[in-house]
């Protein structure tokens, strides 16, 4: 049954005679398949993985399972396409594969260090100290936008917009207006902030590890990302009033024991990565991981001295009762739970997009594109485009391929790209993880119309930091 279902396959993909006969031949010279079954499969295959990526929120069906098998899907018509006679498939595959691997390995560290900070509770205690401050409505619109731009260069977007928001769903109870220009300006602000830092987004990450950034070049786009967010946050404060919240009820969060030395150590991680890459010409995981190796043997430090701090008068204000009269099975700090709980269908679904825009670049659909968009459009015109397409399409799988092109780009050019695409999700509440996240948590007061109602706001800091850039950085284009 299997060798027929191949058989039938095989047939259905060789359907041209010449790329038969191209593959047969043992030639080792790349076939164009952009007019071939094979590129027409593989391009409806990749539309219909997306489409169930984009209708996540309403199928309930995690992105990364349409991307996987529509990955593995792709490659099994490249290779049935060469007739099983030629290497350059697997030799494809395992280059795409080693590129997912850095980046994957690279994310689970840092997930796991923002895990360790969540369960320290180093984030609640920052929500209940912006929460009895008695700061009023607008300033606590512009406090939680300034540190989401802050803190999402360490953090990931998404996790420092589902950070703030919890703070304005808090403060805003029923104000429907507040919490839903709060919580546009929350995402503007996070997905500005990653844009100027090499580890602030996955797009950022793998523009600095594929070489062609230097970690400090980034960081010339630090006042571009600022007006990015500035500019509508400006225009949208006038509408939040500067009343006071609802009277806030709860006690302030302690942090747990070893909090502030795990942030520590997060930072030196980072420090450490950036060392490997820079001074040491190593890939940058070497360091991220050497960092993991710390926080492991700092972790079986908070375990074996949890009896003894007990002792001298710790105790864990989260810690129940049945867990106290249990300490001995998780005691303090686990590092394989931190582990554990990474953002797994965010890993997963990387993999599924680098192996899908993989095949199809290796089919020759990339090639296609770079020709239209940076040799008839011109690189800027290009790479502004490419920030417009990431309101609508993921950013991940649009930097991906654009680094799989590979354009001949100044490094001004470079930084433009990665400025776009990091900060074009912003346009609409679907263009970034971090707007698909507070739809669901501020249900019923953020929406993708409420959002839209404020894209012409937003826009105006999209241009407004790419000329910005174009004017500050000159030097560089």
Not at 17 to 43: K, M
Not at 98 to 107: K, N, S, V
Not at 290 to 318: E, I, M, S
């Amino acid at each position: 049954m299997v060798r027929l279902l191949l058989s039938g396959l095989l047939v259905f993909f060789l359907g041209i005679p010449e790329l038969t006969w191209a593959a047969s031949t043992g030639s080792e010279s790349r076939l164009d398949l952009t007019q071939h079954t094979v590129g027409y499969f593989a391009l409806l295959i990749f539309i219909c993985a997306y489409v169930l990526v984009v209708l996540e929120e309403y199928t309930h069906l995690r992105k990364s399972k349409p991307v996987i098998l529509a990955a593995g899907l792709i490659w099994i018509g490249i290779a049935l396409a060469y007739g099983g006679g030629s290497d350059l498939p697997a030799q494809a595959a395992r280059h795409n594969l080693l590129d997912y691997a850095e980046l994957f390995l690279f994310l689970l560290v840092a997930m796991t260090y923002v895990n360790a900070l969540e369960e320290r509770r180093i984030f609640d205690a920052l929500r209940s100290w912006l929460l009895h401050k008695g700061f009023n409505l607008r300033q606590i619109f512009w406090l939680t936008g300034v540190m989401a731009f802050f803190i999402s260069p360490i953090a990931d977007n998404m996790t420092t917009a589902l950070l703030m928001c919890a703070v304005i769903l808090a403060v805003g109870r029923d104000n429907h207006a507040f919490i839903a220009v709060s919580c546009i300006n929350i995402v503007i602000a996070a997905n500005a902030g990653g844009a100027f830092s090499p580890f602030g987004d996955i797009t950022t990450l793998m523009v600095w590890q594929k070489g062609v950034v230097e970690f400090w070049e980034f960081f010339a786009l630090f006042i571009p990302s600022v007006l990015n967010w500035f500019i509508p946050a400006l225009i949208m404060s006038f509408t939040v009033p500067q009343s006071a919240p609802q009277t806030i009820d709860s006690r302030p969060v302690p942090v747990k024991r070893g909090a502030f030395a795990i942030l520590a150590l997060f930072i030196f991680t980072i420090a450490l990565a950036v060392t490997f890459h820079n001074s040491l010409h190593l890939p940058p995981v070497l360091g991220m991981f050497t960092g993991l190796a710390l926080l492991q043997l700092y972790g079986y430090y908070l375990k074996k001295t949890y009896h003894q701090a007990r002792n001298r008068g710790y105790v864990d204000p989260f810690e129940s009762v049945m867990s106290q009269a249990h300490t001995h099975t998780k005691a303090g700090f686990d590092i394989f739970d931190k582990i554990a709980r990474s953002e797994w269908d965010t890993l997963l679904f990387f993999y599924g997009v680098v192996m899908c825009v993989g095949g199809l670049g290796f089919i020759g659909y990339l090639e296609l594109a770079s020709n239209l968009l940076y040799g008839q459009l011109g690189a800027t015109y290009a790479n502004i485009a490419i920030g417009l397409l990431s309101s609508v399409v993921d950013n991940i799988p649009v930097m991906f391929a654009v680094l799989t092109m590979n354009p001949d780009m100044s490094v001004g050019q470079w930084l433009l790209v990665t400025l776009t695409a990091g900060v074009g999700g912003s346009l609409l509440s679907i263009g970034s993880a971090a707007g698909v996240a507070l739809m669901g948590q501020a249900r019923g007061h953020y929406t993708f119309m409420s959002h839209l109602k404020w894209t012409p706001v937003i826009a105006l800091g999209y241009f407004g930091s790419i000329g910005a850039h174009m004017l500050i950085n000159r030097s560089l284009f």
